[in-house]
């Protein structure tokens, strides 16, 4: 069973706008995470939130948690084309093993 | 480096094999993980391991075996009760909670 759902499925931006994915999620968590994976590559890690965060940022990515409404989002700013890929958020929960669960992704794609 | 070497990246497997795909980290990390991914798709857990000798099965475990004899490695077995195994693989790491840090990938196609 997937945790998280992204929302879209995939986005199509020219390059200097921002770019916003969301991410809704079912049961209690520790932490949420985003990730970014490039065509056929490894996932990388973006930004952790933890659940008694509401914002973050890093760079041009800024990452708000609403823990009452299960939901979180992700921001990039002034994208580049060298942002295209696939994002996905994770949260891990404690189930007498700390198990990380990863939604369908949001397809990003930034048109130069 | 440090990081988690996955092999083969390409494996092409008959109807019938077992098949085994090689996960190590020199990260020190206690934490491994296997997942796969299908064409599109998110990420599905198939293993995940705390702590040496010890695993437990994620969502899709059924047609898959793991072993945890050492802290470094992590291999994922692929058997032939495993209906439907092409797909992407892809192995982590991480201290115990939070970032997972993944491997390149090996991508299992069956003849």
């Known amino acids: 069973s997937q945790q998280g759902e992204e929302d879209p499925q995939a986005l199509s931006i020219q390059e200097g706008e921002n770019a916003t994915m969301n991410c809704s999620y079912k049961t209690s968590i520790n932490n949420l995470q985003w990730y970014r994976q490039n065509s056929g590559r490894g996932l990388v890690h973006l930004i952790l939130?933890?659940?008694?965060?509401r914002e973050k940022h890093s760079g041009r990515l800024r990452v708000t948690l609403d823990t009452s409404k299960k939901s979180s989002s992700l921001l990039i700013t002034a994208s580049r084309a060298a942002d295209t890929a696939s994002y996905f958020c994770a949260t891990e929960r404690n189930t007498g093993g700390f198990k990380t669960i990863f939604g369908a992704g949001t397809r990003l794609f930034v048109k130069a | 480096d440090g990081g988690i070497t996955q092999s083969p990246k390409y494996l092409f497997r008959k109807e019938g094999q077992n098949v085994t795909l090689s996960c190590e980290q020199n990260?020190?990390?206690?934490?491994m993980y296997w997942y796969r991914q299908d064409p599109g798709q998110g990420l599905r857990l198939i293993y995940y391991?705390?702590?040496?000798?010890?695993?437990q099965k994620g969502d899709i475990a059924e047609g898959y075996s793991v072993s945890r004899e050492k802290k470094e490695s992590f291999p994922l077995t692929v058997t032939s009760a495993q209906k439907n195994p092409t797909a992407f693989y892809l192995c982590?790491?991480?201290?115990?909670?939070?970032?997972?840090?993944f491997g390149e990938g090996s991508r299992l196609t069956v003849l």
């Open positions: 391991s705390q702590i040496v000798n010890d695993f």
């Open positions: 990260l020190n990390h206690d934490a």
């Open positions: 982590a790491s991480s201290v115990n909670t939070g970032e997972l840090f």
């Open positions: 939130i933890r659940s008694n965060e």
